[in-house]
């Protein structure tokens, strides 16, 4: 297990053996290891330490990490092709653009609500999920379709657009 605590965001890094104590192989999936690190989670509030396990797609990222054998690789200079440091693959864009829908709805419900705090909630997800990769990726795909459809007609250069609409309730 590694701490990393010179980071704006401290986190840790966990190493399981992948192998029993008779020989078996452990072979975890993508959900195994969510469901991992939820229960890490949750384990570490127990005791009082602020942790979450949210998913890359949830906070809107799309970091793809460099396996060991490939930062070795380079390190030695056997590695003979670069990787993508992004996930672009079209399912990884359909996960983030879900959770990006679902930020959406849940600031649309709060904004409908009477209580301030809620709305003042809409408020931050709304900024939060503006300036998040996914939304910043899906805002220079609507610029291009625009540029396709009114030929000729120049957009901004800006990389991103500014709010089109006010208040929390955005479009996708």
Known sequence: MVLHDHQANPHVHLSVRAESKNGRR???RKADLQRWRERFAERLRGWGIDAEASRQ???GERHSY???WRVKARQEGRLRARSASDKVTPRATRTRETA???W???AQALVKSPDAKDR???GAIARYVQQTPAAIEHMRKRQNEKQR???GMQLPAR???ERERTGPDIER
Do not use: F, G
Request: proline residues 17%; hydrophobic residues 55%; charged residues 15%.
């Open 26 to 28: 452990l072979n975890p």
């Open 104 to 106: 959406v709805k849940l």
């Open 149 to 151: 459809e009114l030929p």
């Open 100 to 102: 990006l829908a679902v």
């Open 120 to 122: 003042q909630l809409a």
């Open 66 to 68: 460099e396996p060991i």
């Open 159 to 161: 990389a991103v657009p």
């Open 57 to 59: 797609a949830t906070r």
